[in-house]
């Protein structure tokens, strides 16, 4: 497991547990039909809360072990990836999310067997992600 001091470092890493556009498409219906399941849960019928998590992590979790093949990001950070997944939400309705995926630091989550690595963000500051092994 990885430890992440915010949410700008967790985004990159979710960023690349996303990087199929199936995958990304499946979290969009799945994101989607939580809200529509919450939704009609409050506007008519509170036992159909029930579906809210059965439907956006179903759809995911799919996504994530059938598309992506890898494990999903909310078996070790729930809420961040929660957070993230409504980020790329937003970006996915606003048609910003093909920009950034393509974000040049995003490659280096393709680099392996590091006990660390060392990126800068837009804010300029150098961040470092410790791998626990």
Same mark, same amino acid.
């Given at each position: 497991?990885?430890?992440?001091?915010?949410t700008?470092?967790?985004?990159?890493?979710?960023? &690349?547990?996303?990087?199929?556009?199936?995958?990304?498409?499946?979290? +969009?219906?799945?994101?989607?039909? @939580?809200? =529509? $399941?919450?939704?009609?849960?409050?506007?008519?019928?509170?036992?159909?809360?029930f579906?809210?998590?059965?439907?956006?992590?179903?759809?995911?979790?799919? &996504?994530?072990?059938y598309?992506e093949?890898?494990?999903?990001?909310? +078996?070790?950070?729930p809420?961040? @990836?929660? =957070? $993230?997944?409504?980020?790329?939400?937003?970006?996915?309705?606003?048609?910003?999310?093909?920009?950034?995926?393509?974000?040049?630091d995003l490659?280096?989550?393709?680099?392996?067997?590091?006990?660390?690595?060392?990126?800068?963000?837009?804010?300029?500051?150098?961040?470092?992600?410790e791998?626990?092994?």
């Open positions: 497991m990885m430890n992440f001091r915010s700008d470092e967790f985004w990159l890493f979710y960023m &690349s547990q996303h990087s199929k556009p199936a995958t990304r498409r499946w979290h +969009f219906a799945g994101t989607f039909s @939580s809200i =529509l $399941c919450l939704i009609y849960a409050v506007l008519f019928n509170w036992w159909f809360l579906f809210v998590p059965l439907s956006g992590y179903g759809l995911a979790w799919y &996504s994530h072990f598309v093949q890898n494990i999903p990001a909310t +078996f070790g950070h809420i961040w @990836s929660l =957070l $993230c997944d409504f980020k790329m939400f937003v970006f996915m309705i606003s048609g910003q999310m093909d920009r950034e995926i393509k974000r040049p490659k280096i989550f393709e680099i392996l067997n590091f006990d660390s690595i060392i990126f800068t963000l837009d804010d300029q500051k150098s961040h470092k992600i791998f626990c092994t």
